[in-house]
């Protein structure tokens, strides 16, 4: 099941370890590392959430999803 609290949290503590400005296609990178760290790590992931291959490397499906339709607002 997706976690998007710990999506957010782990978005959220990049942003900020970025001094406060990042670019989505780089934070969406950086989820989707950290997603499968933890995965090697400790044989579960951070997300949940599906990994599909972008143009820009692979992302978080969902997220991105979420992210994309943040940005399409007005």
Avoid: C
Wanted: aromatic content about 10%.
């Amino acid at each position: 099941m997706y976690r998007e609290d710990k999506t957010t949290q782990m978005a959220a503590r990049f942003v900020h370890l970025a001094g406060g400005r990042l670019p989505y296609i780089k934070l969406l990178n950086m989820l989707y590392i950290a997603d499968k760290a933890m995965l090697i790590k400790w044989g579960k992931p951070i997300t949940y959430d599906s990994w599909v291959a972008t143009e820009y490397g692979p992302v978080l499906g969902h997220t991105s999803d979420l992210i994309g339709a943040t940005l399409d607002s007005p």
